[in-house]
């Protein structure tokens, strides 16, 4: 397929070779990054946009997305695939599909889970939203970038799944480090905090798969000093996400909202740069 691909930072430009690397005819277009070895640079975004079959944008918030569609749309070709990877506001991926879908486009909003890592291996999660049809012709790239792909709903539903996720995440992670935090102080062994809550009702991903502890359970960014990963100011935008979406549906996510205070704190205090489950030497030092 002949593919523009908007928005080649850490996680597009891997995403684009990888494409690039199965066989399509991949060009690019970026604000500052140049294309990577594989694909074309355009000089300018509507470059990037004409004679394409498939647009696939990944940017840093739903007000560039916005801007960015408004700004193609006249250039692209007819009946195209646009597939958004952004992790974006539920409203902006409506108002995008909306904008797109009513000139006879085919849209999917399919943001990722997996970070850099996955997206250099290929191995990304995507949530989807958008009509069958759509998702059915999405498929096959996004089985190039990742390896799986579930089809959430309609347009909005891969975000609305994402930024759920990601709350919950968020909350765990949090939970977590209160946890080991109080262990602390209570004089209990991490090991031991480990050994039981990873095999009992206190087990979550946050626990078992990336334990904020360094030196237990699995390898995680804990036992690499804190270097993301997944960084801490990325869980507070999409904390932040969940609590737009939560006012505008009118849910009530008390915890969800605590947790991006206490997000916002942290980044704030300095953990900008540093992972997520850096949250439990955060902790550790914060008075009752
Ligand atoms: P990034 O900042 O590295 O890349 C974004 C790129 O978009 C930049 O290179 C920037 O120059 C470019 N850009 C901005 N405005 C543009 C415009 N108008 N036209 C063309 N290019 C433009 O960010 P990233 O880490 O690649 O993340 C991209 C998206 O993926 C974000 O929405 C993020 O929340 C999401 N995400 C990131 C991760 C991660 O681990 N990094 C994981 C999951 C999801």
Redesign the pocket.
């Known amino acids: 397929m002949k593919i523009g691909f908007?928005?080649?930072?850490?996680?597009?430009?891997p995403m684009a070779v990888n494409l690039a690397n199965a066989g399509h005819e991949v060009t690019g277009?970026?604000?500052?990054?140049s294309a990577p070895e594989g694909v074309t640079q355009a000089a300018t975004?509507l470059d990037a946009v004409l004679h394409q079959e498939a647009i696939i944008?990944?940017?840093?918030?739903g007000e560039?997305?916005r801007?960015?569609a408004a700004?193609v749309i006249d250039g692209m070709a007819p009946n195209t695939l646009f597939i958004d990877?952004?992790?974006?506001d539920v409203g902006s991926a409506r108002a995008v599909a909306e904008l797109i879908t009513a000139l006879g486009h085919d849209v999917v909003d399919a943001?990722?889970?997996?970070?850099?890592?996955?997206?250099e291996a290929g191995t990304?999660t995507f949530m989807a939203g958008g009509r069958p049809e759509a998702f059915a012709r999405a498929a096959p790239l996004l089985d190039i970038m990742g390896q799986k792909a579930v089809h959430c709903g309609d347009a909005g539903a891969g975000q609305a799944a994402?930024i759920c996720n990601n709350m919950i995440l968020g909350i765990t992670m949090i939970g977590t480090c209160e946890a080991f935090a109080l262990a602390d102080k209570l004089g209990l062994d991490r090991q031991a905090m480990y050994d039981v809550v990873s095999t009992s009702s206190g087990q979550s991903w946050s626990m078992t798969t990336y334990c904020p502890a360094p030196g237990v359970g699995p390898t995680s960014p804990s036992d690499n000093d804190y270097k993301?990963?997944?960084?801490a100011e990325?869980m507070l935008?999409?904390l932040d996400l969940s609590q737009q979406a939560a006012d505008e549906a009118g849910a009530a996510t008390a915890l969800g909202k605590m947790a991006a205070e206490m997000y916002r704190a942290f980044v704030e205090g300095g953990g900008k740069g540093q992972d997520f489950s850096a949250m439990l030497p955060h902790l550790s030092k914060v008075e009752r």
């Open positions: 908007i928005g080649l930072g850490n996680m597009g430009a277009f970026d604000l500052v990054a975004l944008t990944m940017l840093p918030n560039i997305l801007d960015v700004n990877c952004s992790t974006v943001p990722v889970s997996g970070g850099t890592v996955g997206a990304l994402k993301p990963g997944f960084a990325l935008k999409d």
